[in-house]
């Protein structure tokens, strides 16, 4: 049956949701060796690296619940207002000087102020005249027009993680709305702006939300898919949860790669958790990366992670 849904997968043919529920209780081992076929045929030996900076931090008025940036829950992140194009500067060049292909300006709460949305509009125009790195954005619900105004000044893909299923959604967060974060997707890819979205392992959610989230990004035609893994922070309503097994993150970035064989499904944050790294992930089917540190918890280097990709045998994409 595995062979038969890879055979079907590189014929084009798209897999159902009773083949990749089938896949849940596969041998690990088979899976991530049919994952990786499948990766090798889609994706080659290609990698993908980005890196984030917490360009705004904390007061954010939204209570997801994993998040230690929201006003609801008592955390000690830093906060933070919008960091000055310098600061923002410095770091893109660094990331760049190390062969990092993406950066992105990630800042806190729903959306930002017309007069922060100015400022991101001024930063990011200053970077695409100064820097040789391809430029993301993730600021939050954002309208058709502001997304045409981030693609004039050299934005090329726009990231908003669906994070979990509709069904489990509420459970994570009730202060904005699933088809809200869609909606902010489809304006987005209608400004002509790349797409970047994925969710967070390890939330409570089963494995039907996991598959429900991969085929709603499957038909948002998604194909960049950060993969996180909670690590649950002090202070927010998921403190408790314990971080999922090794395995099991194996186990879900092998069935993301059957229902998207040809995206970058890059792991996120949560990957320090790991003992390996990642390394096993990236023998699942997985081909990207955030590297570096990450909004509020620490990532791993650079340098780490392109000895690993070395040691793997892939190669860093060149954007």
Same mark, same amino acid.
Not at 26 to 41: F, G, P, S, T, W
């Given at each position: 049956m595995l062979e038969k849904i890879v055979r079907q997968i590189i014929a084009g043919q798209d897999i159902s949701r009773k083949e990749a529920e089938f896949l849940i209780d596969?041998?690990?081992?088979?899976? &991530?060796?049919?994952?990786?076929? %499948?990766?090798? *045929?889609f994706?080659?030996?290609?990698?993908?690296?980005? $890196? !984030?900076?917490?360009?705004?931090?904390?007061?954010?008025?939204?209570?997801?619940?994993?998040?230690?940036?929201?006003?609801?829950?008592?955390?000690?992140?830093?906060?933070?207002?919008?960091?000055? &194009?310098?600061?923002?500067?410095? %770091?893109?060049? *660094?990331?760049?000087?190390?062969?990092?292909?993406?950066? $992105? !300006?990630?800042?806190?709460?729903?959306?930002?102020?017309?007069?922060?949305?100015?400022?991101?509009?001024?930063i990011y125009q200053y970077l695409n005249n100064r820097v040789k790195i391809s430029l993301c954005a993730s600021l939050g619900l954002l309208n058709l027009e502001q997304f045409n105004e981030l693609k004039a000044v050299g934005v090329k893909r726009y990231h908003n993680n669906l994070e979990t299923s509709r069904n489990y959604f509420t459970k994570i967060c009730t202060t904005h709305s699933y088809d809200q974060k869609i909606k902010t997707i489809k304006a987005a890819k209608q400004a002509g702006l790349e797409i970047c979205s994925g969710g967070i392992m390890g939330m409570g959610e089963s494995w039907n939300d996991r598959l429900d989230l991969a085929f709603e990004l499957k038909s948002l035609k998604v194909n960049s898919i950060p993969i996180n893994i909670l690590n649950p922070i002090l202070g927010t309503p998921l403190q408790d949860h314990k971080p999922l097994a090794k395995?099991?993150?194996?186990?879900?970035?092998?069935?993301?790669?059957?229902?998207?064989?040809?995206?970058?499904?890059?792991?996120?944050?949560?990957?320090?958790?790991?003992?390996?790294?990642?390394?096993?992930?990236?023998?699942?089917?997985?081909?990207?990366?955030?590297?570096?540190?990450?909004?509020t918890t620490q990532g791993i280097t650079i340098a780490e992670d392109k000895k690993m990709i070395k040691m793997l045998g892939f190669k860093v994409n060149k954007i």
């Open positions: 596969v041998d690990l081992q088979q899976l &991530k060796q049919a994952a990786n076929q %499948i990766r090798e *045929y994706c080659g030996n290609d990698f993908d690296l980005c $890196s !984030i900076i917490n360009g705004k931090s904390g007061r954010c008025s939204e209570d997801c619940k994993y998040c230690g940036q929201s006003i609801h829950y008592q955390t000690k992140i830093k906060v933070y207002d919008l960091l000055e &194009k310098e600061i923002i500067e410095d %770091i893109a060049v *660094y990331n760049a000087n190390q062969g990092v292909g993406r950066f $992105s !300006i990630v800042t806190s709460g729903r959306y930002l102020s017309d007069e922060e949305f100015s400022k991101i509009i001024e395995e099991e993150i194996e186990r879900i970035i092998a069935v993301f790669r059957f229902i998207h064989p040809s995206a970058v499904i890059r792991m996120a944050g949560g990957r320090g958790l790991l003992n390996d790294k990642g390394m096993g992930v990236y023998k699942s089917g997985g081909n990207g990366a955030i590297t570096g540190d990450m909004l």
